[in-house]
């Protein structure tokens, strides 16, 4: 056995981070006994943000912990538990660094439009953290995730609501036809290593936007380009769409994780839906700031500090305007919060899901649910949602009790498909040609685009594609399951891929499975029909998709995305074990704060932990640590099977009180076992203690829900509060301690 075995324990943000603070004691706990030691990283957005101005902090100087994070996964000892985090838009980015400098910390302000030489290398940190800061950095392997056979026959026996779907519903996807990134991405594969650089040529000459990206043989490079003024054209037209059918409109993108690409998309809706308004007020509004790319609810921000009689005419207009104009999807109806609100608060991946669990509707201002208009402008994937709600439309909804799962093998690794968030993306800001041009002068892409236009450009190296193919293959056999590869041949970079997807696979051993190659649209209707008749498929994507489906799928059969096992085998021989979405986390802060009730479900957490002693045992010879994940599966099925998840008011369960049963049946597992005497002894008393206070602990844990509650802070809460709130059983504190 190790004796320096290291388990990581990210820190990250919302309800995860408050149910770490109750949970990590019993991690620390039980791992302790297998010689396992539990060390934290700060990898939350408030920690990122402070990693990036240590000459600012003094003695309040945080390591960056993600960077370290990073180096290790490119290690064969890495073991990182990794919990949902914010990937910030910049409303919330703007939120933390207030809260930030309120609690003390002298970071700069983040300037919309950086003049001097501080304020724009202050904002070119601050985008180091926004989007997919996180994920990237982590993810040095390719993702295996699926429903643990406990949580889906769970699921079976106590089937999710789901909303009844018939053939009458207008519900419908808009996407645009044209000048989308779909219609004009470019593809090439590197015959040899080389050097590019991203270049525009406009009436003022040439200029460089990217030099000396340096590129392995073997890798994908692909770029497309958005027409912003076709995407003004698709909303406009979907605008009148939805009016006509008395449709409530909404917008599904991903502004958080595609931070460059899809808040400028986002600002393009809000310019077309609010414009009589904002053209208008066209004035009033840019001296005070307003920025469209932020949502509308950046205007309703700005109003208090405008004079009176021109607060009162823009409110008029938009009171106004809403009689007007379709009605917006609501993602709060009693605050009037819409879906063109926040950025951030309508990521695809998670709405859509939800919008196709409800039968196809949302929510509007009276608080009831409407069939939908649902734009999702790009064509690359709009078509997934649109075969779902054909197949809804004609079959109604699936059955939780009956249906097929559908885990997903995914393309992530080294940045893998990574765009829209980086420094490869930008917005142009006159007309022009962007070329990609290799070390010997040859130009590999171009697209002419206009001012306003959005340009992106993404690597995907040999190596992990390589990889991911070995593991949709090893999956295909060791679950007896038909894996199928979700490839378009009509798109550019798609059609490079399944060149090297083909050219894999002729290298593996694939006889007696079933493995294909189908379009997204193919693929969506080919599983959604084996999953109807209870037939499970391997789902193979790239790394958008990747995120669409492990969402969209598990909502479907598990009621949400938190209760995958999600495994990613790292190149270098590493595990990294993530724990699922964090979509609801928000509203779980909320209540939490309002009542002391925490809803956020640690299962994720609990999948995670039994994988990553699993690995310590298959890497390090441990074989405590293969007791612990034994012990930790027998838990996991009785808290399912007992039904000891967080329920959802004040006096039930809570996710304090699922932690405690999680820690007795542990330690009852580890008692009843025999595989070793020494785990066997140390852990009985402590089952004995928790079985013998079981309803005292749950009397002091109830006890303390109900009031409001401080815990310091939504980006950055004090630990010492939270901690007092997180753990308020003096009881099972005590208990714990005896070992």
Same mark, same amino acid.
């Given at each position: 056995?190790?004796?320096?075995?290291?388990?990581?324990?990210?820190?990250?943000?919302?309800?995860?981070?408050?149910?770490?603070?109750?949970?990590?004691?019993?991690?620390?706990?039980?791992?302790?006994? *297998?010689?396992?030691?539990?060390?934290?990283?700060?990898?939350?957005?408030?920690?990122?943000?402070?990693? #990036?101005?240590?000459?600012?902090?003094?003695?309040?100087?945080?390591?960056?912990?993600?960077?370290?994070?990073?180096?290790?996964?490119?290690?064969?000892?890495?073991?990182?538990?990794?919990?949902?985090?914010?990937?910030?838009?910049?409303?919330?980015?703007?939120?933390?660094?207030?809260?930030?400098?309120?609690?003390?910390?002298?970071?700069?302000?983040?300037?919309?439009?950086?003049?001097?030489?501080?304020?724009?290398?202050?904002?070119?940190?601050?985008?180091? =953290?926004?989007?997919?800061?996180?994920?990237?950095?982590?993810?040095?392997?390719?993702?295996?995730?699926?429903? &643990?056979?406990?949580?889906?026959?769970?699921?079976?026996?106590?089937?999710?609501?789901?909303?009844?779907?018939?053939?009458?519903?207008?519900?419908?996807?808009?996407?645009?036809?044209?000048?989308?990134?779909?219609?004009?991405?470019?593809?090439?594969?590197?015959?040899?290593?080389?050097?590019?650089?991203?270049?525009?040529?406009?009436?003022?000459?040439?200029?460089?936007?990217?030099?000396?990206?340096?590129?392995?043989?073997?890798?994908?490079?692909?770029?497309?380009?958005?027409?912003?003024?076709?995407?003004?054209?698709? =909303?406009?037209?979907?605008? !009148?769409?939805?009016?006509?059918?008395?449709?409530?409109?909404?917008?599904?993108?991903?502004?958080?994780?595609?931070?460059?690409?899809?808040?400028?998309?986002?600002?393009?809706?809000?310019?077309?839906?609010?414009?009589?308004?904002?053209?208008?007020?066209?004035?009033?509004?840019?001296?005070?700031?307003?920025?469209?790319?932020?949502?509308?609810?950046?205007?309703?921000?700005?109003?208090?500090?405008?004079?009176?009689?021109?607060?009162?005419?823009?409110? !008029?207009?938009?009171?106004?305007?809403?009689?007007?104009?379709?009605?917006?999807?609501?993602?709060?109806?009693?605050?009037?919060?819409?879906?063109?609100?926040?950025?951030?608060?309508?990521?695809?991946?998670?709405?859509?899901?939800?919008?196709?669990?409800?039968?196809?509707?949302?929510?509007?201002?009276?608080?009831?649910?409407?069939?939908?208009?649902?734009?999702? &402008?790009?064509?690359?994937? *709009?078509?997934?949602?649109?075969?779902?709600?054909?197949?809804?439309?004609?079959?109604?909804?699936?059955?939780?009790?009956?249906?097929?799962?559908? &885990?997903?093998?995914?393309?992530?690794?080294?940045? %893998?498909?990574?765009?829209?968030?980086?420094?490869?993306?930008?917005?142009?800001?006159?007309?022009?040609?962007?070329?990609?041009?290799?070390?010997?002068?040859?130009?590999?892409?171009?697209? %002419?685009?206009?001012?306003?236009?959005?340009?992106?450009?993404?690597?995907?190296?040999?190596?992990?594609?390589?990889?991911?193919?070995?593991?949709?293959?090893?999956?295909?056999?060791?679950?007896?399951?038909? *894996?199928?590869?979700?490839?378009?041949? #009509?798109?550019?970079?798609?059609?490079?891929?399944?060149?090297?997807?083909?050219?894999?696979?002729?290298?593996?051993?694939?006889?007696?499975?079933?493995?294909?190659? /189908?379009?997204?649209?193919?693929?969506?209707?080919?599983?959604?029909?084996?999953?109807? /008749?209870?037939?499970?498929?391997?789902?193979?994507?790239?790394?958008?998709?990747?995120?669409?489906?492990?969402?969209?799928?598990?909502?479907?059969?598990?009621?949400?995305?938190?209760?995958?096992?999600?495994?990613?085998?790292?190149?270098?021989?590493?595990?990294?074990?993530?724990?699922?979405?964090?979509?609801?986390?928000?509203?779980?802060?909320? #209540?939490?704060?309002?009542?002391?009730?925490?809803?956020?479900?640690?299962?994720?957490?609990?999948?995670?932990?039994?994988?990553?002693?699993?690995?310590? !045992?298959?890497?390090?010879?441990?074989?405590?640590?293969?007791?612990?994940?034994?012990?930790?599966?027998?838990?996991?099925?009785?808290?399912?099977?007992?039904?000891?998840?967080?329920?959802?008011?004040?006096?039930?369960?809570?996710?304090?009180?699922?932690?405690?049963?999680?820690?007795?049946?542990?330690?009852?597992?580890?008692?009843?076992?025999? !595989?070793? *005497?020494?785990?066997?002894?140390?852990?009985?008393?402590?089952?004995?203690?928790?079985?013998?206070?079981?309803?005292?602990?749950?009397?002091?844990?109830?006890?303390?829900?109900?009031?409001? =509650?401080?815990?310091?802070?939504?980006?950055?809460?004090?630990?010492?509060?939270?901690?007092?709130?997180?753990?308020?059983?003096?009881?099972?504190?005590?208990?714990?301690?005896?070992?």
């Amino acid at each position: 056995m190790s004796n320096d075995a290291k388990l990581i324990y990210t820190l990250t943000d919302e309800a995860p981070f408050l149910a770490t603070q109750s949970l990590l004691p019993i991690v620390r706990t039980f791992a302790a006994q *297998a010689g396992i030691a539990v060390e934290t990283r700060d990898i939350s957005l408030a920690g990122r943000i402070l990693a #990036q101005f240590p000459e600012s902090l003094g003695a309040n100087k945080v390591p960056d912990d993600l960077t370290e994070l990073g180096q290790l996964a490119t290690t064969p000892d890495a073991n990182i538990i990794k919990l949902p985090n914010i990937s910030a838009s910049v409303p919330q980015l703007k939120a933390a660094i207030k809260e930030l400098q309120a609690q003390g910390f002298a970071i700069p302000d983040y300037a919309d439009e950086p003049a001097t030489d501080a304020e724009k290398d202050a904002r070119a940190r601050y985008a180091k =953290v926004m989007g997919s800061a996180v994920n990237p950095v982590l993810r040095e392997g390719n993702s295996d995730r699926r429903a &643990p056979l406990s949580v889906k026959n769970y699921a079976k026996k106590h089937p999710h609501r789901m909303g009844k779907w018939d053939a009458g519903s207008k519900t419908a996807i808009a996407h645009m036809d044209a000048g989308d990134f779909y219609g004009t991405e470019q593809s090439v594969t590197l015959a040899a290593d080389d050097t590019v650089n991203i270049v525009f040529e406009g009436a003022n000459g040439a200029k460089t936007m990217k030099e000396g990206l340096k590129l392995k043989a073997g890798e994908i490079i692909s770029a497309a380009s958005m027409d912003t003024g076709r995407l003004a054209d698709f =909303v406009d037209a979907s605008i !009148a769409r939805a009016q006509a059918e008395n449709l409530l409109l909404s917008l599904h993108l991903k502004a958080t994780m595609m931070k460059v690409s899809d808040p400028i998309m986002f600002g393009v809706a809000v310019k077309r839906y609010y414009a009589p308004v904002l053209e208008k007020h066209a004035k009033a509004l840019d001296d005070a700031g307003f920025d469209a790319n932020n949502g509308i609810g950046d205007l309703y921000a700005r109003l208090p500090s405008m004079p009176e009689e021109t607060r009162k005419a823009i409110e !008029a207009d938009i009171a106004a305007l809403y009689s007007q104009r379709p009605a917006l999807a609501m993602v709060n109806s009693d605050k009037g919060i819409t879906n063109l609100h926040v950025p951030s608060d309508v990521i695809v991946d998670a709405s859509m899901p939800a919008m196709l669990r409800d039968s196809g509707k949302m929510w509007n201002a009276q608080g009831a649910l409407q069939d939908t208009l649902a734009m999702i &402008p790009d064509r690359n994937y *709009a078509g997934i949602y649109a075969a779902v709600v054909a197949d809804m439309k004609a079959n109604g909804a699936l059955d939780p009790a009956t249906m097929g799962s559908v &885990p997903n093998v995914g393309l992530m690794a080294q940045k %893998a498909e990574e765009y829209g968030s980086h420094d490869k993306t930008f917005q142009l800001s006159e007309d022009g040609t962007v070329k990609v041009v290799d070390a010997a002068g040859k130009v590999l892409m171009s697209h %002419a685009v206009k001012a306003g236009d959005i340009w992106r450009m993404s690597q995907t190296k040999d190596a992990p594609i390589q990889d991911w193919v070995k593991l949709a293959v090893n999956r295909a056999r060791l679950s007896k399951t038909p *894996a199928v590869f979700w490839l378009d041949a #009509q798109r550019a970079h798609d059609r490079q891929m399944i060149a090297k997807v083909e050219a894999a696979l002729k290298g593996l051993d694939t006889q007696g499975l079933e493995i294909s190659i /189908k379009t997204p649209v193919e693929a969506m209707t080919f599983t959604l029909a084996r999953a109807r /008749k209870g037939e499970d498929t391997i789902s193979v994507t790239g790394n958008v998709l990747r995120d669409y489906l492990t969402d969209l799928f598990p909502i479907m059969e598990l009621g949400t995305s938190a209760k995958m096992l999600s495994i990613v085998p790292l190149m270098a021989g590493g595990g990294l074990f993530e724990t699922g979405a964090g979509g609801s986390a928000p509203k779980h802060v909320q #209540q939490f704060v309002e009542e002391n009730y925490l809803r956020w479900d640690s299962l994720g957490e609990f999948l995670a932990l039994a994988a990553s002693f699993e690995h310590f !045992a298959e890497h390090t010879g441990n074989q405590k640590a293969r007791v612990l994940a034994d012990a930790l599966d027998v838990a996991n099925g009785k808290i399912l099977d007992e039904n000891r998840s967080p329920a959802r008011k004040v006096g039930q369960l809570d996710n304090r009180g699922s932690h405690f049963y999680l820690a007795m049946y542990w330690a009852q597992a580890l008692a009843a076992q025999n !595989a070793d *005497a020494d785990l066997k002894a140390t852990f009985t008393p402590l089952a004995e203690a928790l079985t013998r206070d079981e309803a005292k602990i749950l009397a002091e844990l109830n006890g303390a829900q109900g009031q409001p =509650v401080d815990i310091g802070g939504y980006y950055k809460p004090d630990l010492t509060k939270l901690a007092a709130a997180m753990r308020p059983s003096p009881t099972f504190n005590t208990d714990l301690a005896l070992i």
